[in-house]
């Protein structure tokens, strides 16, 4: 009974492990395509139509999601928490009204400034694919990681920590 329990976690951590590597392998894919010239967000414009001018000595995460993403609403609460202490945009695509995107913000508890991307221009220009997809840009505003798919809080929180030093 010990070795088939055994035998079985191993099997389990195997999966875990391959399932690891194939979805950083498509992720690195998926990211060859992306823009990856220095940020130059020119004038930033929130859902609550106020104005924010990004802190030229910080880094920065660019986040592009949308509500109806399962995976981008799964991987909310992880940006969220990392708004707490890092400088985070997020960019809606295709997501509604502003009103639509902070009612959907609400019934998730989640609190990070956030762009209305309506018609997917930003996302063109940045050559979006698939949601979510993540920037982090150094304290010069220049592009020092970027992943398509769900990433961890401990993940972002470490590569966000590397972009400032």
């Known amino acids: 009974m010990k070795s ?9 951590a195997l999966f875990i492990v391959t399932m690891t590597i194939f979805a950083n392998a498509i992720s690195l894919y998926k990211s060859t395509d992306l823009n990856k010239e220095a940020l130059s967000l020119d ?17 920065i995460l660019v986040h592009f999601w949308a509500t109806w993403c399962p995976t981008c609403k799964a991987e909310a609460s992880n940006i969220s ?4 202490n890092f400088q985070v945009i997020t960019i809606a695509v295709k997501s509604g ?3 639509d995107i ?7 508890s989640l609190d990070f400034m956030v762009i209305n991307d309506k018609k997917g221009a930003l996302s063109q220009r940045f050559k979006i694919g698939a949601y979510p997809t993540t920037f982090i840009y ?3 505003k220049e592009l020092v990681f970027s992943d398509v ?7 972002l929180w470490l590569r966000m920590w590397w972009a400032g030093i």
């Open 102 to 108: 902070e009612k959907f913000l609400d019934e998730n």
């Open 149 to 155: 798919g769900y990433t961890t809080t401990w993940g």
């Open 138 to 140: 150094s304290k010069n």
């Open 4 to 12: 088939k329990i055994m035998h079985y976690i191993k099997e389990i």
């Open 43 to 59: 004038k930033i414009v929130l859902i609550d139509n106020k104005e924010y001018t990004l802190d030229s000595d910080k880094p």
């Open 97 to 99: 009204s502003g009103n």
């Open 81 to 84: 928490t990392i708004a707490e």
